[in-house]
């Protein structure tokens, strides 16, 4: 039989035209996914709002009366230059190797907290804290009959502020701090003229500080503070200088005020003499006012753009959208407070991005690096004196940096290293009388490397060979060979000193480091002090391999590279312990009831890549048996190991779980881990490296390069059914998009920058841009940044009784690929998919000629789509106004067809779009579906609509999607 078929082409036309909008004038400036909100002042320092550019930092409270800006600059520290080690200890630590070998193990214990006391010796120090420089105040008089107060952090721009409306008036303070300008910049402004009036004054907890005011500047001078044997001799200076519009500025003896303004914009300044660790010869002042001096005369707007093009070009790299579950209405407190109950998987990609802002907020090129707080800190003397925690501490804060697209962030960690490398070498000499350097578990601003807290928690003289693993990372992931010359020596030179320390154990003849410990871990009450852990092994087997490795690639020191191949056959194979877990210890004294926070014989699983599902099963098995065994709940940062962990488990579900109870919101003075109001880390207390550490987790759960190809979607989370990332980088320098639905790949575009082999593992069937499936890999990846060392065999407990393994069965596709070249790939489900659509397509197309071609023969068959232009607005639309007599058709086509055509007497396929709609915009609530779907716009967030919109007719490209994909499925289904 033959039809005429006429089909409603209105909806979709608007549908195109909402997207091609979206794709070029809708440039987003201002993310409302990105934004941390709260309706009231921050009550405490972990409420506040953290702002900075790598050098200062500040904490913003946001008050409304007493506004306090809290602020550090990132090398002011107590104390002088110079090492923590006093004499030659290597006699002692030979006896302590002893008594170790003889089984000796409380006794070599004891002796160790002798040599190397809990307690700081009185001529001796354990490094010196992170300092805070002291706070900024505005003191605001008489604001009375508040109301619509705002306080936000915009971490797509880096930009904070404060609003609320006092005695009818408008008062909006925003800030940041600029990396190009070196400078806070604070602009307040009111919509009522002459209405600033407020004081500025400073404060500092330093015992030798002095405030005044000098010229129109506010000055705050200061001095480091003494600690254990070292005297304080960091100078610094804070200036803030005001710029007032329309008012006047009186100076007093420790304070300035403002009176009458319009808009006032501040600008503060901190210098200090600083130079490196050993040099304070700079000038403090002429620092802090040269950056005033260069900042004064700019106005407000080039200061502002300048920091967000400069900010911008660092997180606008990478994108994660996890879905429609928004519930960005709610202030940020009040999500981190449901999240348990109520899925928000915008807080998930908020709380990703936010690890991202910290990083670019506290690392930046020519500074220190992140310390145990990032740069934040309002304390003379913090948790842990937020020193450089390199057990795991440090190495957490830099995760995310390559793979979230942030690699030169890594520079304050490699110019650490260059500098430890030296410091490092007394070390060695004086501990172990080795060549090369090495460092214990922490360090400070005068780069110490003596072992620090004691002989129980500080006998580890690893530190160096787990810093160095982000030297090579960063090679592997950029393919630097420049980078890789200027860094080699360092790599060299701690290979050299584990030659050197590795002594051969009585038992099994391999060789291991001895003394040292599992960190902060015990094997029996009070005993940690070992020999051979395993994480130790892990991590000379990778110092090793990465100088054979380097060696090759520079083609220098190939002999001594072969040396290295030897002692590296002769290290400790993982073993697997009686109750079937990765044994921690060189012998199997795990406890399955152990839930210590640090899982450190799990470095091989990440971030190492030892540890494969695809190469060793049973060592694979293991690993989840220790982390089942050491449970989910923890500090805040391990947890956010745990996460990494999961992930490289690839259960996703598991992952995801870590995260929620990361994401637990926990309040000032809590006793447990989880997550303060402002999203800072609580260990507790705050320690910003499980920020960065979650932040690496999720990068990992859609994106893993370490074992011999791109794992795509490795531990996709269930609830994760949809969503897309952009922008995450891969080893060998491939960048990465991906999109999913329903839990599946649907489309990849893959950026390679270096060129070569690309392996893709997926457990989809990918298609090139013909609709061919992609060459299936064979053989060993022939690109030389996958071509991971073989590690040898695990032994095995007889008593082990673990269960099979089975892993997924995956696809795995080389392409080869030129430097500089993208490519597309679409899964084989995604394919029908668009084959459906263009077949439907083609349908309604060619039955509409042959319609039209045969309209005298053929009996007309009229398909509707029923959108809400088929309805009646007569007196309705508008009350009061009567369309019918001021416009005809009412609204369109739709109302025509009404006058001439019912569905059920002609027999026509309708698909009620209007219901369908209603239906859909129901289930998801007025206020998301008017905020999301429909163009209500506020202003300044689109190009297009500089300011604003209001329109609850026509769809924004979400809403467009959304009835689109109605469209779609009610299509199949006739």
């Not at 769809?955 to 289904?973: D, H, S, T, Y």
Request: some cysteine.
């Amino acid at each position: 039989m033959n039809y005429k078929i006429i089909v409603s082409v209105c909806c979709f036309l608007c549908l195109l035209r909402g997207y091609a909008q979206s794709t070029t004038s809708f440039s987003v400036k201002d993310n409302d996914e990105n934004v941390l909100w709260y309706e009231s002042a921050a009550k405490n320092w972990n409420e506040a709002l953290p702002i900075g550019n790598g050098r200062i930092g500040g904490m913003l409270f946001g008050g409304i009366t007493h506004d306090k800006i809290q602020l550090n600059e990132e090398t002011v520290w107590a104390g002088e230059p110079g090492n923590n080690i006093t004499k030659d200890y290597f006699n002692e630590v030979e006896e302590i190797r002893r008594l170790l070998f003889d089984e000796n193990y409380k006794e070599a214990q004891s002796l160790a907290l002798e040599v190397f006391p809990k307690d700081t010796p009185k001529n001796n120090n354990y490094g010196v804290p992170y300092q805070t420089v002291g706070n900024l105040n505005l003191h605001f008089p008489n604001q009375q009959s508040v109301y619509n107060y705002r306080r936000d952090l915009n971490i797509a721009n880096a930009m904070a502020s404060v609003s609320y409306t006092a005695k009818g008036i408008q008062f909006k303070r925003e800030y940041f701090v600029s990396y190009p300008d070196q400078v806070m910049v604070i602009h307040l402004t009111a919509d009522k003229p002459s209405s600033l009036t407020f004081e500025i004054t400073m404060d500092s907890p330093q015992l030798n500080h002095n405030i005044k005011t000098e010229n129109k500047f506010l000055k705050l001078e200061g001095v480091g503070g003494d600690h254990e044997n070292k005297k304080g001799k960091i100078k610094f200076e804070t200036l803030v200088y005001p710029k007032v519009f329309g008012g006047e500025i009186v100076e007093k003896n420790n304070g300035i005020s403002i009176k009458n303004a319009n808009e006032v914009i501040l600008l503060v300044s901190i210098g200090t003499n600083f130079k490196n660790y050993k040099d304070l010869s700079n000038s403090a002042n002429e620092i802090a006012k040269s950056f005033i001096e260069k900042s004064k005369n700019k106005g407000y707007d080039e200061l502002k753009n300048s920091h967000i093009k400069d900010y911008q070009q660092l997180f606008n790299r990478v994108t994660l959208n996890l879905g429609t579950n928004q519930k960005n209405e709610l202030p940020t407190n009040l999500r981190l407070a449901n999240f348990a109950t109520k899925e928000d998987l915008s807080l998930v990609s908020l709380y990703f991005q936010f690890g991202r802002y910290l990083l670019i907020s506290s690392s930046r090129p020519g500074g220190q690096p992140a310390n145990l707080q990032g740069i934040w800190n309002d304390r003379l003397a913090p948790p842990w004196d937020s020193k450089y925690t390199v057990n795991i501490n440090t190495e957490m804060n830099y995760w995310p940096t390559e793979v979230t697209n942030l690699s030169e962030l890594n520079q304050p960690l490699f110019s650490m290293l260059e500098d430890i490398s030296e410091t490092g070498k007394l070390s060695a000499q004086k501990l172990y009388h080795a060549r090369g350097w090495n460092i214990h578990h922490n360090t400070d601003i005068w780069r110490i490397s003596g072992i620090v807290d004691g002989g129980f928690y500080g006998f580890w003289p690893m530190g160096g060979a787990w810093l160095t693993q982000h030297l090579w990372q960063h090679y592997l992931f950029t393919g630097d060979e420049d980078f890789l010359k200027e860094y080699y020596p360092i790599l060299k030179s701690t290979a050299l000193f584990y030659k050197d320390v590795l002594q051969e154990e009585p038992k099994n003849k391999w060789l291991v480091v001895a003394p040292s410990i599992s960190p902060e871990n015990k094997y029996v009450d009070g005993v940690g002090v070992t020999y051979g852990t395993t994480m130790d092994n892990q991590l000379v087997f990778d110092v090793f391999s990465n100088v054979i490795r380097a060696s090759k690639v520079l083609s220098q020191d190939l002999e001594f590279a072969d040396s290295l191949k030897v002692l590296r056959s002769k290290l400790p194979p993982m073993q697997i312990g009686k109750h079937g877990q990765l044994q921690e210890w060189i012998e199997d004294w795990d406890r399955p009831n152990d839930k210590h926070r640090h899982i450190s014989h799990l470095y091989g699983l990440y971030p190492a890549s030892q540890i494969s599902p695809f190469k060793n099963l049973e060592l694979f098995k293991a690993a989840e048996q220790t982390l089942e065994y050491r449970g989910d709940k923890s500090t805040g940062w391990s947890m956010g190991w745990k996460v990494n962990f999961w992930a490289r488990m690839l259960d996703g579900n598991r992952a995801y779980k870590l995260i929620k109870t990361q994401l637990t919101l926990v309040e000032d003075g809590t006793i447990s881990g989880g997550t303060y109001p402002n999203l800072f880390d609580a260990h507790p207390p705050f320690q910003i490296d499980g920020n960065f550490g979650c932040t690496a987790g999720i990068a990992e759960m859609l994106l893993q390069s370490h074992d011999d190809a791109l794992f795509l979607l490795p531990a996709l989370p269930e609830s994760w059914k949809e969503g897309s990332v952009k922008g995450l980088v891969a080893i060998g320098g491939f960048e990465v998009d991906l999109h999913w639905e329903a839990n599946t790949l649907e489309t990849v575009k893959i950026y390679s920058k270096k060129g070569g082999n690309l392996r893709i593992r997926t457990n989809q069937i990918l298609l090139d841009k013909n609709g061919v499936e992609l060459q299936k890999a064979t053989g060993e990846n022939t690109n030389m940044f996958y071509q991971n060392p073989k590690i040898k065999e695990p032994i095995v407990s007889n008593h082990t009784n673990n269960e099979e393994v089975i892993v997924t069965t995956f696809n795995v596709y080389d392409v080869s690929t030129q430097a500089n070249s993208a490519y597309n790939f679409t899964t084989k489900k995604n394919k029908m998919k668009s084959k459906l659509i263009k077949f439907g397509l083609l349908l309604f197309v060619g039955a509409f000629f042959i319609a039209y071609g045969l309209k005298e023969k053929l009996v007309t068959t009229i398909f509707l789509i029923g959108d809400s232009t088929m309805a009646d607005y007569y007196n309705n639309y508008e009350p009061g106004k009567d369309y019918m007599k001021t416009r005809y058709p009412v609204t369109g086509w739709g109302q025509v067809f009404q006058q001439f055509v019912v569905a059920d007497e002609m027999n026509v396929a309708l698909i009620d779009l209007n219901k369908a709609s209603r239906d859909l915009f129901t289930q998801k609530g007025q206020d998301y579906v008017t905020n999301n779907y429909f163009m209500n716009l506020p202003a300044g967030k689109y190009e297009a609509y500089p300011e604003g919109q209001k329109d609850n007719t026509h769809f924004q490209p979400k809403g467009a999607v959304e009835v689109a994909r109605i469209v779609f499925n009610n299509l199949q289904n006739l």
